[in-house]
């Protein structure tokens, strides 16, 4: 199985790409793991919040194929424990998945299509969190989720 990331907008604060490139890299030794940031849209003044939801999911199809399972990151989504969240990727896995692509919206979250099409929606607090944070975050609880997998002392109960 892989896992990309796929993101609107690029991450420009030096102490969140330093923390991601720092799980990035542990992440290598378990799983096939991307980040793929999208282009910000641009002139989005002129553009209404369906419209601007409704040009992400454009790119969002296009970074994606029919057999990807799509996994959004909505605030809307479940709530899983460390533990829980290792067990759902684990039963992917199990589940023989071949790609499995997790995604973070824009400011106004998704479209109606892209909802239609994910096969999931994990929330990752009842808190709000910037866009740019959740990368970190999201990046870490995939590295904690693997070193539960294997039994490593990383998370404690």
């Known amino acids: ?29 378990y799983i096939s793991f991307r980040v793929l940031e999208l282009p910000e849209l641009k002139n989005t003044k002129n553009l209404s919040e369906d419209q601007q939801k409704s040009k992400e999911a454009e790119l969002i ?23 829980q969240f290792s067990g ?3 039963k992917k896995m199990v589940g023989s998945v071949q790609h499995l692509v997790f995604v973070v919206g824009g400011p106004y979250g998704f479209s109606s299509e892209v909802y239609n099409r994910a096969q999931e929606k994990i929330s990752l607090s009842k808190m709000t969190f910037s866009h740019q944070m959740v990368r970190l975050f999201f990046i870490e609880q995939v590295y904690r989720a693997f070193t ?9 109960e």
């Open 1 to 29: 199985m892989k896992i990309t990331f796929l993101t609107i907008g690029k991450t420009e604060d030096k102490y969140l790409l330093e923390g991601m490139e720092k799980y990035l890299k542990r992440l290598k030794h």
């Open 61 to 83: 199809f296009k970074n994606i194929s029919n057999t990807d399972q799509l996994i959004l990151l909505d605030e809307n989504g479940i709530n899983l424990s460390s533990i």
């Open 88 to 90: 759902f990727l684990s």
């Open 148 to 156: 539960i997998m294997k039994g490593e002392p990383y998370h404690h």
